[in-house]
């Protein structure tokens, strides 16, 4: 069955980085585009960052871009999410995802906290 697992969660000062990690397994990672969501508390959970199968077409949330970098490792069924310039307001759990067979998989998620 589908497994995403996310890693790299932190607590984090402003202005800091971080470097998310998502292993899948359960499909064929290379033929999948991929995406990185948020939900913050009290708030609806967004779409962050979008990758391609081959990972040559990527996108990013407006608030995100400059500071965030989506890649993604094909050998390795993982990809990645490149936080830098953290600000308080990137606070919440992070869920990789995948869309298949037109379900939405996702995994548990990785806690960020952006505080001084």
């Known amino acids: 069955q589908v497994q995403l697992v996310e890693s790299g969660g932190a607590l984090v000062q402003p202005g800091g980085s971080l470097r998310l990690s998502c292993a899948a397994s359960?499909?064929?990672?290379?033929?999948?585009?991929m995406r990185w969501y948020r939900q913050a508390p009290r708030k609806e959970r967004e779409l962050v960052a979008y990758?391609?199968?081959?990972?040559?077409?990527?996108n990013y949330v407006d608030s995100v871009k400059g500071r965030f970098t989506i890649s993604r490792d094909n050998a390795k069924n993982a990809v990645y999410l490149q936080m830098n310039s953290l600000k308080p307001e990137d606070t919440a759990v992070y869920y990789c995802?995948?869309?298949?067979?037109?379900?939405?998989?996702w995994g548990t998620g990785t806690l960020v906290t952006v505080s001084s």
């Open positions: 995802n995948v869309l298949r067979y037109r379900t939405n998989y």
């Open positions: 359960g499909f064929t990672f290379s033929s999948y585009d």
């Open positions: 990758i391609s199968n081959t990972g040559g077409s990527t």
